[in-house]
């Protein structure tokens, strides 16, 4: 039976002081920077673009060129990339963090990664001694930017306190379970949050032709039976309503089809998500114009 690394010599539990962050996007850049305001070390690397580099350094964040030094310079590595094929590549491609990861160290997924992907990434960390845990958020980049996003968090729950600290200062923690439980809560509120968008869509369009305004219709849902997160971010949604889409709009495409492969394995219908995956794969919603 393999020994764990980390009962071998360690009394104390290391602090976790240090934090690497890989992932500046749309949500993970606002994210990151209430990482290294609220006082962690933070060290980063590359982006397609330089501006998040440049946003990070200029608040004191480390630039390093791959993510082995990321983790070599970390305590704890949170990976906010788009997709399980970035993450492969960014945790065990040639200069992979794995590389670089040492014992008592963290590997925080804070995307929305498929489950057995994170169980993967936790099987890999227990072999060098170190925790990992599935960390994804929800609350959209309203609540990155102001450190109250969801963290849905599943992996050991006794190891989980000494993170605890750099994942609050991202928003709040609900633990779920085992690792890859964090992932299935996520996903839930993903289905929820894409079905709803498209049905208010279909509602709103509905309203207009029958004489309503858009302004209407949305200010009288916020308050009725019908209200939703979508409903009370209309504008924040609509804004990824365009043509063509930003990126993170397909990202969409992804999540549902996790809940789809899963809803297959065990046989659990999910009518609402694959009629829904399908819309994702054109354009978005296009609302009307009131005549």
Known sequence: MLQDPKSEGSEMAKEIKKAGFIGLGDIGLPMAKNVVKKGFHTTI???????????????GAVEVKTPKEVAQASDATIIMVQNDQQAEEV???????????????????????????CRKVAEAARTKGADAFDAPVVGARMGAEAGTLGISVGGDKANLERFRRLLETMGKITYCGDIGAGQIVKLANNICATVNAWVLAEAVNWGIRNGASEEMLIEHIKIGSGSSFIAQNWAWVKSMWTDPPPPTYYVGVKDMNHVLQIGIELRQPCHFTAMTCEFLKGPPPRILRAK
């Open 91 to 117: 945790i065990f491609g040639p200069d992979g963090l794995i590389h670089g990861i040492k014992a008592e160290d963290g590997i925080l997924l804070m995307g929305t990664f498929a489950p057995d992907f």
């Open 45 to 59: 690397t590359g982006h397609k673009r330089r501006e998040p580099i440049e946003e990070m350094k200029a608040l």
